[in-house]
């Protein structure tokens, strides 16, 4: 046992050795960190020199651009149309654009008509040339032999008129590059999806709500048009409709119109008559028409009245506030998303992922195992202006049901 204050060689020399080890590795360390810090230093120097490079281009860019638009504003100002030709070609080259669109026939001249032929597709060959004995300034139209003033005089003053109209231009022909309307009608449609069928477009179309909203669609958009068909055909119509107020119209004329076990009487009584707003069926009717038609083109004509996003809004709170006034709970009545909801949270999030994905992908024996609960669906729809809807307890049977088959099917087991 050492004295107390007596040191152990052995352990000495263990420590020592330990103490020298450290005292290694905290030199490589420092010297780790050193070079560490070097290239740190090195790298924000590189990056404040980058930085201060680009900071010069930019200036000498913007001045250059300053003064490249000032020789144009210039030239504009002095009405020099050779001097302005070349600003906005200098102008150009310094942005990289491409000048070999600016020929010479792109810039106004002085001469009222260019040298040379001239083909004005009336049926007579003009041409117009210089006179060698008149003033510079003017020129003489030479006209063919078989030239007659009164069978060419609408001809003449069709030239007179083309002649002046190219002169104000400073064009002779026109080219492509300008003037052209490619899609004159494009300001007549609507690009933008309406709010009630957007979860069902694109990738949303090939999902369980998509498919159970489009078979709805689909067969309302038939039956709606049966209506309309036997509308047109029904005397009642053209003779008392204009004489009864909007309840007797509803009451006592559609329901005469129609044949009473035709699919059209059914889906009126079913999906129409709960709310008198949607007894318009000539917007109803639109409002379809529109979405399918953008579901198929991509945009809806705004001519079409049910295109009309503010008036379907109104449609969808003029229903939601006469059930409203009946009691009824929307919360009770689910929609196409809210069914989809409802399966994923009865499937399980990855039996109703894969089976989603295999709906995405159009697989064929994925999707007609899904469209025998679409169609019974579609039947059974109800309109609320804001798409179709389902009684929550109802469908929620249905999709049970409907995933029990699922289960059941070997084909589309994972």
């Known amino acids: 046992m050492p004295v107390a204050g007596q040191m152990n060689p052995g352990r000495s020399r263990r420590a020592d050795g330990n103490g020298n080890g450290n005292g290694v590795a905290m030199e490589d360390a420092e010297a780790e960190l050193r070079r560490r810090r070097d290239r740190a230093k090195e790298s924000q120097r590189a990056f404040r020199q980058r930085q201060s490079n680009s900071a010069q281009k930019l200036k000498h860019d913007h001045e250059q651009l300053k003064r490249l638009v000032g020789e144009i504003v210039d030239a504009a100002r002095v009405h020099d149309p050779a001097q302005l030709s070349v600003a906005i070609t200098k102008a150009a080259k310094a942005v990289g654009l491409d000048t070999t669109c600016l020929t010479p026939s792109d810039t106004p001249t002085d001469t009222p008509f260019p040298e040379g032929p001239m083909n004005t597709n009336l049926g007579v060959d003009w041409q117009i040339t210089d006179s060698p004995g008149a003033v510079a300034s003017e020129n003489i139209i030479h006209k063919p032999q078989n030239w007659s003033p009164l069978s060419s005089l609408d001809s003449e003053a069709a030239l007179v008129q083309q002649t002046q109209t190219q002169t104000r231009s400073g064009r002779m022909s026109p080219r492509f590059d300008y003037g052209v309307w490619i ?27 998509g498919h159970i909203a489009w078979a709805c669609l689909d067969l309302g958009y038939t039956y709606l048009q049966d209506i309309m068909e036997q509308r047109a055909l029904t005397p009642i119509f053209n003779t008392t409709t204009a004489s009864l107020t909007p309840e007797q119209d509803s009451e006592a004329d559609y329901p005469r119109s ?11 009584d079913l999906a129409l008559r709960h709310s008198m707003p949607l007894h318009d069926l000539d ?63 009865t499937m399980g999030v990855y039996e109703f992922a894969s089976f989603q994905a295999a709906l995405r992908a159009r697989q064929e024996a994925h999707t007609n195992l899904l469209m025998p609960l679409a169609h019974s669906l579609a039947q059974r729809a109800i309109c609320f202006g804001d798409g179709p809807r389902w009684r929550a307890d109802h469908v929620a049977m249905f999709a049970r049901t409907w995933i029990s088959m699922v289960r059941n099917n070997k084909e589309t087991r994972c």
């Open 183 to 209: 899609d004159p009608d494009r300001f007549l449609k609507n690009f933008e999806p309406p709010i009630d069928i957007a979860p069902y477009l694109g990738r949303g179309e090939y999902t369980i709500a």
């Open 283 to 345: 917007y109803i009717i639109a409002m379809v028409e529109a979405r399918i038609e953008f579901r198929r083109l991509g945009y809806m004509r705004r001519d079409n009245p049910g295109a009309d996003a503010v008036k379907r809004e109104l449609l969808q709170g003029r229903v939601f506030e006469d059930h409203r006034k009946r009691g009824v709970r929307m919360d009770q009545w689910w929609s196409a998303m809210d069914i989809e909801r409802y399966i994923e949270r």
């Open 258 to 268: 129609l044949p009473p076990n035709s699919g059209a009487r059914r889906l009126f």
